[in-house]
């Protein structure tokens, strides 16, 4: 079992910056592959960004150039560091980490993410 803690969400105004962190439990985080996924109420639960276990990243078309998501193995932590944010960024933010014996996954609790003026 592996256990996931998201943190970092808030309330910050258009065009502002958040980091979330997303942090797990295990000894060999660095083979594990991290997600960060978002859901708005009535709407299915959208990837956002993922980072392999060797660093590569992706990330979904709306949020190019404005999130990065990164890995600090020493820490256990994967970042999402999301700037220019838009009200449409609103939702709360999951992290899912996937262990090479478990690709499903173990799912942290999520963090609120609002962005309002």
């Known amino acids: 079992q592996v256990q996931v803690v998201e943190s970092g969400g808030g309330l910050v105004q258009p065009g502002g910056s958040l980091r979330l962190s997303c942090a797990a439990s295990?000894?060999?985080?660095?083979?594990?592959?991290v997600a960060w996924y978002r859901q708005t109420p009535g709407k299915q639960r959208e990837l956002v960004a993922h980072?392999?276990?060797?660093?590569?990243?992706n990330y979904v078309d709306s949020v190019k150039g404005r999130f990065t998501i990164s890995r600090d193995n020493a820490k256990n932590t994967v970042y999402l560091q999301m700037s220019s944010l838009k009200p449409g960024d609103t939702a709360v933010y999951y992290c899912?980490?996937?262990?090479?014996?478990?690709?499903?996954?173990?799912w942290g609790r999520g963090t609120q993410v609002t962005v309002s003026s």
């Open positions: 980072i392999t276990d060797d660093g590569s990243a």
């Open positions: 899912n980490v996937s262990p090479p014996w478990n690709r499903i996954g173990y």
């Open positions: 295990g000894s060999v985080f660095s083979t594990y592959v």
